[in-house]
């Protein structure tokens, strides 16, 4: 079976251990993806959310061989717990037909035309870690960067100038308006 996995964010710079049998692809579908989502370490992470500017997903082959397996490492790389992959992580898989997440019939429409078997991808809630599911405000990020240590300032800028230039949200061009954030290439991550 082949089975992808989509990313968008630090997956493609650092997959951890995922294990893929492919580089990363350029040509994923196009999304609903924003800077929405306030993780552990204080950075704004994107995540989907209905409604927002798309931009095109990266993909690459997992080595996991079921659906099952490719649910479970992504968890594993993501830090999510055996009992919230259902909730946070997104599938389709074409030998049942089913599907689960965000997106997952515009997922499940481009995967066909690639002749995946299977995709699995992260379907985190937006917003700040306070207030899960309140879409937040670019002038509430931009506060919230504000307010970051200086370490995690740095996190919190690596993120934005690493993710894929492919991916061009409104929120990530005001940040890079604000901070001169702009990205940076690392293209032996990425297949064009």
Not at 14 to 26: A, E, F, I, Y
Not at 44 to 53: A, E, N, P, R, Y
């Amino acid at each position: 079976m082949q089975i992808a996995c989509l990313g968008w964010g630090s997956l493609i710079w650092n997959p951890g251990n995922l294990q893929l049998s492919s580089g990363w692809n350029s040509d994923g579908p196009n999304l609903p993806i924003e800077f929405a989502r306030e993780s552990a370490d204080g950075r704004i992470t994107l995540v989907l959310v209905d409604g927002v500017k798309h931009s095109p997903a990266l993909w690459a082959i997992l080595r996991a061989t079921d659906i099952e397996t490719a649910k479970a490492d992504l968890a594993k790389r993501e830090g999510i717990s055996d009992k919230s992959i259902k909730f946070s992580i997104g599938c389709w898989e074409s030998n049942s037909g089913t599907s689960h997440g965000k997106c997952s019939e515009e997922i499940s429409r481009w995967a066909l035309g690639k002749g995946l078997d299977g995709v699995v991808w992260i379907n985190l809630k937006y917003g700040f870690r306070s207030n899960r599911d309140e879409f937040p405000t670019l002038t509430g990020v931009i506060e919230h960067l504000n307010g970051l240590s200086l370490d995690q300032k740095c996190v919190a800028e690596e993120y934005v100038r690493k993710t894929p230039v492919q991916v061009r949200t409104e929120y990530r061009i005001e940040l890079e308006k604000k901070f001169g954030w702009f990205p940076v290439s690392d293209d032996a991550s990425q297949n064009h």
